[in-house]
């Protein structure tokens, strides 16, 4: 029997009962690992995603292990949408431990949506970000929050002056870029959090390159078939192995000692530098909540308290 992910995370032993957490992106691939691991450490569970058949699945295996589990319909590229996951989740709880920025996609053609921003940088960034700050006074102290990156970062530079162009980025430029953002936006969080002296700790996560994870189905033609048989060529991951890299920034003492750090193979490495920079993680977060046409979450932290990159 393949190895559990909270096993390979080696977080077997964390007692979660009591706890909440909110999985985005959990009906299926790495986010339905990641939420079913956390029910049998003893969370509740909102799970969440498109497919309300999928969800209903995943709650149902959920209950299966005893969690109190929900699923709340969602799609990233309505910014109605995530209040609507903000809200269904602030009536639900009564606050929250675990928030996972799991959701994401690559989309095979360019179109804008919400505000009119470009689809995957929509769902990958300006939606985790919109549903971070409205869950911002909901998570409790010791709460984590965790954003799924990816190595696809190191091949974007910080340019914001296309997200409104629908044919100014490829698919993979754009996929590129929201990962950037994420990575920017999870260090900057925590750079916010920390000055506003709340106990909240935010790191981001490459969960591996995983065929399983569903991911396949947005590229084009025979890309997305070879990427479902790629799985068989050695230093691809499974789902259990990306749910697990999640696991152990979620869960694992280490994580919990620090703040703002990018995970990959479940230690924190060095992101590229241009996710280093500060000043362009400040800019994304203004750009990103001009966009949105909310204030800004949480003021800028001061400079001499900014923690060094």
Known sequence: MPARPETLADVSAPNCSGQTALVTGSTNGIGRAAALALGRLGADVIVHGRDAEAGE????????????????????????????????????????????????????????????VEQTFHVNHLAPYLLTAELLDH?????????????????????????????????????????????????????????????????????????????????????????????????????????????????SDEAGADSGRYYSGQQPVSPAPDARDPDAARRLWRRSADLLGIDEPLPAADDARRRPS
């Not at 799609?75 to 269904?88: E, G, K, M, Q, S």
């Not at 969960?207 to 590229?219: A, Q, T």
């Open 57 to 116: 699945s995943v709650v149902d295996a959920l209950e299966a292990t005893g969690a109190d589990a929900r699923f709340v319909q969602a799609d990233f590229a309505d910014p109605d949408a995530v209040r609507h996951l903000a809200a269904a989740t602030r009536e639900w709880t009564g606050g929250l431990d675990l928030l996972i920025n799991n959701a994401g996609g690559l989309f095979r053609e360019g179109r804008l949506v919400g505000p009119g």
């Open 139 to 251: 998570l409790r102290d010791g709460a984590r929050v965790v954003t799924t990156a990816s190595e696809a970062h190191r091949g974007a530079s910080f340019d914001l002056s296309r997200i409104q162009d629908a044919e100014g980025l490829s698919g993979m430029g754009a996929y590129s870029l929201s990962k950037l953002a994420n990575v920017l936006f999870a260090a900057e969080l925590a750079r916010r959090l920390d000055a506003a002296g709340r106990a909240v700790v935010s790191h981001s996560v490459h969960p591996g390159f995983v065929p399983g994870s569903k991911f396949g189905r947005f590229l084009p033609g025979l890309l997305a078939s070879l990427f479902q048989w790629i799985g068989v060529v050695p230093g691809t991951s499974s789902v259990a192995d990306g749910a697990a890299e999640i696991l152990t920034v979620a869960l």
